[in-house]
């Protein structure tokens, strides 16, 4: 009951946020479009729930979080073309682009780390319960809801700002934020495959500096992105900055942080230099000296 209560409350929050945030944005035959985005999100949710359930597998699930991202930015730009103005907004080239790139990326990244190692830590336990996995399927539609959600306003925004500081000074955080990220996967993608480091943890690289650098280049990119959309965005409309508060929150109380903090305490809790490294390297933010 629990669970089908959180699922209840998932979509009750985001048509409730898209209707705060729906004045002055464009409208699809009088409906404002954000709750078509809502509804392209959560649609695609449900089509890989059953046949990963069915099938007790984990291997789409990321997949299909990639290709909910791909779907909402697409659709929202193709709907702010108004009247196929050929002058289409910088600001909206960027938005369609940088989550483009950063979806291809990692939505790529985590399939073939998926299918590489059979399977994914985090789903052991959640995919065996029809509830527990349905509910996990509905906070991926909430996270791509949320970070999008910066975007999707300033997309469908009725208001023209030209460009600025904010826009030029979200950018440089997006793409330090995505350099930081990719750059850490790819480190710790390399340092894995190496047969001799079997068993070990990773220590180097940008993993020297924090225990999850990928995690805050994340954090940051989503940052930059509602740093480019706040010109764009009135009254209510500045609930947007849930976006990069709710990635934070997500990936060190929820499903990122936490979750591998114990899964390496299991793992080396007794090393000596793990101990070490855990003492002298910040969780998130990286030590500059």
Same mark, same amino acid.
């Given at each position: ?59 789409y699930y990321d997949l299909i979080g990639s290709f909910s991202f791909i779907a909402t930015i697409l659709f929202s730009f193709i709907i ?64 791509? #809801? !949320? ?5 999707? %306003? @300033?997309?469908?925004? *009725?208001? +023209?700002? =030209?460009?600025? /500081? ?34 070990? #943890? !990773? ?5 020297? %500096? @924090?225990?999850?650098? *990928?995690? +805050?280049? =994340?954090?940051? /990119? ?28 997500l990936l060190t109380r929820i499903s990122g942080i936490n979750l591998l903090e114990e899964i390496g305490d299991k ?23």
């Open positions: 009951m629990k669970n089908y209560l959180i699922i209840f409350s998932i979509l009750f929050v985001s048509f409730f946020i898209s209707s705060l945030v729906s004045d002055n944005t464009i409208m699809i035959d009088g409906v404002y479009a954000i709750y078509y985005s809502c509804f392209i999100i959560y649609t695609m949710q449900w089509l890989g729930f059953f046949p990963s359930f069915y099938f007790k597998t984990e291997h702010s073309i108004n009247d196929f103005n050929l002058e289409i907004d910088k600001r909206n080239i960027f938005f369609l682009f940088a989550i483009l790139f950063w979806t291809l990326r990692l939505g790529l990244f985590l399939f073939l780390r998926v299918k590489r190692d059979k399977k994914d830590v985090r789903f052991i336990h959640i995919k065996k319960s029809f509830s527990t996995f349905l509910m996990v399927w509905h906070l991926q539609g909430l996270w791509v #809801f !949320i970070c999008c959600l910066p975007a999707i %306003i @300033s997309m469908y925004s *009725n208001t +023209f700002v =030209e460009l600025g /500081l904010f826009f030029y000074l979200g950018s440089i955080l997006w793409i330090c934020g995505f350099l930081l990220e990719t750059i850490a996967d790819h480190q710790k993608y390399v340092f894995k495959k190496n047969k001799l480091n079997k068993d070990k #943890f !990773i220590s180097e690289g940008l993993w020297s %500096i @924090s225990r999850h650098p *990928n995690y +805050f280049g =994340e954090i940051i /990119l989503w940052l930059g992105l509602y740093i480019v959309s706040f010109p764009v965005l009135t009254g209510l409309q500045h609930l947007a900055i849930i976006s990069p508060l709710f990635v934070y929150i793992r080396w809790g007794s090393n000596i230099d793990y101990k070490n490294y855990k003492k002298n390297t910040p969780i998130l933010f990286p030590k500059l000296f």
